[in-house]
């Protein structure tokens, strides 16, 4: 819509023409004829809303296959307070009395009560988390979030307590959690964002406001989908494609979310204006 100078340029692949990205495309020569040169998905040109669908359905049936075998991730973890007992940051007596408290309250993490009740410091519970999950562990001086609000929706910084921290220089984003990494999370960034994504935890104080102040910040448009069919699905995302007419999108699974990405411009350097981007995102139900 607005922005034609930067986005009605074809995405080169090498030729002067831009060949259709879909395998099965059937309009063959009468494709080099189209005036189209969006929209782009997961790079490469569809010359009409029929190749756009199908496309978008093949990348459903990817981001569908892995669903119902999610990967084990981690290996069993050792108990956080056997962690902080053998470092000799508790002793037994600590140990005791605050599992007796979390079994009687009922509730509550294990590193919360031994804070509150028997003294201990966040950090040092932070730092136990870190060796638990085998996960670094920063501290958070200083936070950017409305620097950080492209990277991913609202959603997921509120559903999954993910905290973009900040991007180094070599294309890679730290990703805050409070008490357990989420690596789901994590690696769908990974690949909607083309750049590595670390899992790192942040103190429990630190971490809370600084995701109540993300929670505020002005992130993408978002547009959230309903469905009631993988079909449904798959025609809704390439009509708002169409509709958009992106210089890039990308279709990525996190959890029971499907997320799609679409920039408006290409982004430059590492990051992308909020303003440029738009998000689709639709729940799927667990049938
Ligand atoms: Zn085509």
């Avoid at 030729?15 to 189209?34: K, T």
């Avoid at 050792?78 to 000799?88: F, N, S, T």
């Avoid at 005791?96 to 519970?125: H, K, M, P």
């Amino acid at each position: 819509m607005e922005d034609t100078a930067v986005s009605n340029r074809p995405v080169s692949t090498g030729s002067v023409l831009s060949r259709c990205a879909n395998a099965e495309c059937s309009a063959g020569w009468l494709q080099l004829f189209r005036r189209r040169t969006v929209p782009i998905f997961e790079g490469g040109w569809c010359c009409s809303s029929a190749c756009t669908q199908a496309r978008v359905e093949q990348a459903l049936r990817r981001e569908m296959e892995g669903r119902t075998r999610e990967i084990r991730l981690y290996r069993h973890r050792i108990p956080l307070g056997l962690v902080m007992l053998e470092q000799q940051w508790i002793d037994a007596g600590q140990l005791r009395r605050a599992l007796e408290a979390q079994r009687s309250g009922g509730e509550g993490r294990l590193g919360d009560w031994l804070v509150r009740q028997e003294g201990v410091s966040e950090q040092l519970v932070a730092r136990a988390l870190g060796l638990q999950w085998s996960c670094p562990v920063v501290a958070l001086p200083f936070h950017d979030a409305s620097a950080m609000a492209p990277a991913l929706p609202r959603l997921f910084v509120d559903a999954y307590g993910a905290l973009p921290l900040r991007m180094s220089s070599e294309r890679m984003l730290y990703l805050g959690f409070e008490d357990r990494p989420d690596p789901v999370v994590a690696f769908g960034m990974e690949r909607m964002l083309g750049m590595r994504v670390e899992p790192v935890l942040v103190p429990d104080a630190e971490f809370r406001a600084a995701h109540m102040r993300m929670l505020m910040a002005n992130f993408p448009r978002v547009e959230l989908l309903e469905v009631s069919s993988e079909a449904q699905l798959g025609r809704a995302m390439s009509r708002v494609i169409e509709k958009v007419r992106p210089v890039e999108s990308r279709l990525v699974r996190v959890h029971d979310f499907l997320w799609l990405r679409m920039w408006r411009r290409t982004p430059s350097g590492l990051r992308a204006d909020a303003s440029h981007v738009e998000d689709v995102i639709c729940a799927l139900t667990q049938d």
